[in-house]
């Protein structure tokens, strides 16, 4: 079915290589828990949605799984230039999801995590040229380190050029199995250095490694950030919770043109009371999962829905708009994800899901 002709993270590749239960399943999408902020108080759609792409490496062939071709790069460029696109800073994105004016459709932000040096040799000079904004995530500790990252010089010249700098903490780390000091560090400090660096302070934040829990989110909320990003699949509107908005992750194997032409024509599943409210695996595990959809319910008829670590999941129907996933084996250690689709209008998909994370 073509709601299951979606590719799926390296990591869940391996999943089902290995069980051969499907040959592809969706990447997972945005966190919708109840209880936090949202980006705006309309309905849902009412200011648009938009897709967020995620970069790591650029032409370095060594690392396949967070690595994009240069071929592949450049066609997506030239797409983004091509087609009914608009590509704007995240921070307008988000300002104008809380703010207005409305975003018109087919709304893209471009992000790049963990500012190695081919993000400054490779990837910027392609998209000053495209004139395309977009956001880098550093953690401070590895500006420098070593030439595989860009040196503050770089981030610097990067950031004069109107690039956008965000926080990603200082030094990467899995920040659900620490305490809420240890959190408020790891982002005051990093914070501290990158204004002192560049000029000023990021106000937009990138969760290392895309892991967040109900605890860590209220720690940066209580930062002042105006918004943070994960990295699960899927497209956002105002209804979802501002602080684990979701970024579609692009690598060489799942980088090609047929792919990105699908992912930045997706759209959001708004949805509501969705449980298990915090995304850290605690005392119940497998969680009982669920969730109410909130916008058009006439194709939810034909959503499936995945796990990585299970493969396609049972869905119970409770009324019109309730669903609620059962699924039946333990997640495993690290990071779970679950991922629910259905192919709306002019064959654009609805995307909704959520990572788990168990310490």
């Not at 650029?58 to 797409?79: G, M, R, V, W």
């Not at 998209?127 to 956001?135: E, I, N």
């Not at 449980?275 to 109410?292: E, M, Q, W």
Request: glycine share 6%; proline share 6%.
């Amino acid at each position: 079915m073509l709601e299951q002709m979606i590719y799926m993270t390296p990591r869940l590749l391996k999943i089902t290589a290995r069980t051969h239960l499907f040959v592809t399943l969706l990447m997972a999408t945005l966190i919708a828990p109840i209880a936090v902020p949202i980006l705006g108080v309309a309905e849902a759609g009412a200011a648009g949605s938009a897709v967020v792409l995620m970069y790591h490496r650029f032409d370095e062939p060594e690392y396949p799984s967070t690595n994009i071709t240069l071929e592949q790069f450049e066609a997506h460029i030239t797409e983004l230039k091509s087609g009914p696109y608009t590509v704007l800073p995240l921070s307008e994105i988000i300002s104008r999801m809380k703010n207005g004016p409305d975003l018109p459709d087919f709304t893209v932000g471009i992000s790049v995590d963990d500012a190695y040096a081919s993000v400054y040799q490779k990837a910027w000079p392609r998209l000053k040229q495209a004139g395309l904004p977009f956001t880098v995530f550093a953690s401070t500790a590895r500006v420098g380190r070593s030439t595989a990252y860009m040196n503050w010089d770089q981030l610097r010249e990067m950031s004069d050029g109107g690039v956008t700098i965000g926080n990603h903490t200082v030094t990467h780390a899995h920040l659900p199995i620490h305490d809420k000091a240890i959190v408020k560090e790891e982002i005051a400090q990093a914070a501290e250095i990158l204004e002192k660096e560049l000029g000023t302070a990021p106000d937009l934040f990138a969760y290392p490694y895309g892991e967040s829990s109900l605890a860590v989110e209220e720690v940066v909320r209580a930062a002042g950030f105006k918004a943070a990003f994960a990295q699960h699949s899927g497209a956002f509107d105002r209804s979802v919770n501002s602080f684990y908005l979701p970024r579609f992750a692009l690598s060489e194997k799942y980088g090609h043109i047929d792919r990105f032409r699908m992912i930045i024509r997706t759209l959001p599943i708004p949805v509501t009371d969705v449980t298990p409210r915090d995304s850290l695996i605690a005392d119940v595990n497998p969680p009982a999962i669920g969730f109410t959809v909130t916008g058009d319910t006439s194709r939810l008829g034909s959503m499936s829905c995945f796990v990585s670590h299970e493969g396609r999941a049972r869905i119970e129907r409770l009324g019109s708009v309730r669903f609620e996933i059962r699924i039946t084996k333990p997640m495993p250690k690290g990071r779970s994800r679950l991922s629910c689709t259905y192919r709306g209008e002019k064959g654009r998909f609805h995307w909704m899901g959520r990572q788990f994370y168990n310490p």
